[in-house]
C-alpha cells in the first residue's frame, strides 16, 4: 500500500541566491569542482550558506541547455536567508570563498553568471586579483570576462555575478518501519528532485538524518534535535514522542529554490516517486505555523494556491 501522505505544509522563508554554471573540460572535472564548491554547505546554523546542483548541462547531460563554451557543465545555487542583517555581504563572501577557492582551483573549470539582475557583485574584478596584475578584461563567448593566467592554462569567470530572491526550508519527511525504509525512500525523491530545474537540496546525497528544531535548552545553540520526532526517544517522557506506532527512522529532504512555484514541483516529484516504497509508512512535513516563514508548500496539491512565478 501507499505511505500516507500528511495533510500539512512545509514552511519556507525568503533567501538571497546566486546561480553560476561550473564548466570544464569532461564530466569528472565538473563533478570536482562542483563537489568542491557546495561542500560544507548543508545548513546555515553553521555553515556560511547554503549551496547545492541544481543540475548538469551540456554535452552529455541536459543537452537542451546550451553552455557558453560547449563544454559539459553544472549549475549551482549558493542560498543565504533574508532575514540576516548581513545577508547581501554574507552571500558575497560565501561566493567569493567557493568560487576563489574551488572552482578557480580546479583543472580547466570556467564560471558564468546566470543572473542578470539589476543586483550583483564585481565578483570577476575580485577573484581576478589572483593575477598579480596579469589578468585582464576580455570579451568571450560574446560576454565581458576576467582572464587569470594560471599554471594549468587559464581561468576565465564573468565580471558580474547577479543575485535575487529566493526561497530555502522547503521540507519533505519519511517515516519509515525502518531506517533502510525511510533512506530508500528519500533516495528515490531525491532522484525525483535532480530532474526538477530551479532548485537545489543542500544536505549530504540530498538527505538530512538529523532534522532539526529552532532553539535549544542551550542558549549558545541555534538549532538542536527534534526530540519529538526521534525514535530512540519514544520512551523517553521528556521528549513528549508524537511519533506514529512503529516508525524506526525518519529521513528528511530540504529543497530550496528560486521560487515557490519550483519548490513546488519538486515536492510533488518527491512525493510521486516515493509514496510506494514498501516500508515507508508515512510522508509529512515540518512547519511552524507561519512563525519561520510566509511561503507554504501543501503536501497535498489540491491544497496549494497558484503561487506567483518569476518572470
Not at 98 to 106: A, G, Y
Not at 174 to 202: T, W
Request: proline share 6%.
Amino acid at each position: 500500500m501507499p505511505a500516507v501522505v500528511d495533510d500539512t505544509y512545509a514552511e519556507a522563508f525568503r533567501s538571497i541566491y546566486v546561480e553560476f554554471l561550473i564548466t570544464a573540460r569532461d564530466a569528472t572535472w565538473v563533478t570536482h569542482a562542483v563537489d568542491a564548491a557546495t561542500g560544507n554547505a548543508s545548513s546555515t546554523i553553521l555553515c556560511d550558506c547554503e549551496a547545492g546542483v541544481d543540475r548538469f548541462v551540456g554535452p552529455g547531460f541536459d543537452e537542451s541547455f546550451n553552455t557558453p563554451d560547449g563544454r559539459p557543465g553544472a549549475i549551482v545555487q549558493l542560498h543565504v536567508p533574508r532575514f540576516r542583517k548581513d545577508r547581501v555581504d554574507a552571500l558575497k563572501k560565501a561566493a567569493l570563498v567557493r568560487i576563489s577557492q574551488n572552482v578557480l582551483t580546479c583543472p580547466t573549470a570556467a564560471c558564468f553568471n546566470l543572473i542578470d539582475s539589476a543586483d550583483y557583485y564585481r565578483m570577476g574584478r575580485k577573484i581576478a586579483f589572483f593575477g598579480d596584475g596579469f589578468q585582464k578584461r576580455i570579451e568571450r563567448y560574446g560576454r565581458p570576462m576576467w582572464w587569470i593566467p594560471t599554471l594549468g592554462g587559464e581561468f576565465v569567470l564573468d565580471a558580474k555575478l547577479g543575485y535575487l530572491d529566493g526561497l530555502m526550508g522547503g521540507n519533505i519527511w519519511y517515516f519509515g518501519e525502518s531506517e533502510d525504509a525511510a533512506l530508500a525512500a528519500a533516495e528515490a525523491g531525491v532522484a525525483a528532485v535532480q530532474k526538477c530545474p530551479g532548485v537545489i537540496m543542500p544536505f549530504p546525497g540530498g538527505i538530512a538524518g538529523s532534522g532539526s528544531k529552532a532553539g535549544s535548552k542551550y542558549s549558545f545553540m541555534f538549532a538542536s534535535t527534534y526530540e519529538k520526532f526521534c525514535p530512540r526517544l519514544v520512551d523517553n517522557p521528556k521528549a513528549k514522542s508524537e511519533l506514529p506506532p512503529n516508525v524506526r527512522s525518519v529521513m528528511e529532504i530540504i529543497i530550496n529554490g528560486r521560487d515557490l512555484a519550483s519548490i513546488i514541483h519538486a515536492t510533488q516529484a518527491a512525493i510521486a516517486a516515493s509514496v510506494e516504497t514498501p516500508g515507508l509508512l508515512k510522508i509529512s512535513a515540518g512547519n511552524y505555523g507561519g512563525r519561520l516563514g510566509k511561503s507554504f508548500i501543501y503536501l497535498h496539491p489540491e491544497k496549494q494556491p497558484a503561487p506567483e512565478v518569476k518572470t
